[in-house]
C-alpha cells in the first residue's frame, strides 16, 4: 500500500507554530494549489489543504515560510476524527509533511513584501529519519524549478 501525495502551492497564511505538552514542535499551514483547468466562469479554481508539520521541520518552516511562498510539500494524507462539544463527529483531512522545500528564495520574497526582512533560509528538508535510501524529489541545489501545466499530473 502506498500513501504518498507531492504539493506545490502557495501559502494562504504564515504559519502557526505550536508546542505538545511534551514539548514537541508542530506546525500548521495552508497551500493553496491551483487546479489545471478554469471553471464554468473561465477562473482558474484552487484546492486549499491544510499541512501540518512535526519537529525540527516544523520549527524551520515556522521560521522560514511566510503568506503567498512558493512551497513544494512531501508526504501522507492523514484522516483523524474527534468529537466537537455537541457530541457529532467531525473528521479532518490534513496532509503531515515529511519534507518541504522553499521554491522562491527569501530575497525573492523580499522583492515581493519589501516589508519583510527574513533570513536566508537553510537547506533543510527530511523528517530527520536518516534514511539515505529514499530520494529527494525536491533537490536540486537551490535552483528555481521550470514545471508547466503540462508537467504536473493534477
Known amino acids: 500500500m502506498l500513501n504518498r501525495i507531492i504539493l506545490i502551492g502557495r501559502l494562504t497564511r504564515d504559519p502557526e507554530l505550536r508546542y505538545t505538552p511534551a514539548g514537541v514542535a508542530v506546525t500548521q499551514f ?21 499541512i501540518v508539520t512535526w519537529r525540527q521541520l516544523a520549527e524551520t518552516c515556522a521560521n522560514y515560510l511566510r503568506k503567498g511562498r512558493l512551497t513544494a510539500v512531501e508526504g501522507r494524507v492523514q484522516v483523524r476524527h474527534y468529537e466537537n462539544n455537541e457530541g457529532k463527529r467531525v473528521y479532518v483531512t490534513e496532509v503531515i509533511a515529511d519534507n518541504v522545500r522553499f521554491l522562491e528564495s527569501a530575497s525573492h520574497q523580499n522583492r515581493s513584501n519589501s516589508g519583510s526582512n527574513l533570513p536566508e533560509e537553510p537547506t533543510y528538508s527530511g523528517s530527520g529519519r536518516g534514511n539515505s535510501n529514499n530520494r529527494d524529489p525536491f533537490s536540486g541545489e537551490g535552483k528555481p524549478i521550470d514545471i508547466s501545466d503540462d508537467d504536473l499530473p493534477f
Open 30 to 50: 495552508t497551500l493553496a494549489v491551483d487546479r489545471n483547468f478554469t471553471g464554468q466562469n473561465g477562473e482558474r479554481e484552487a484546492d486549499f489543504i491544510p
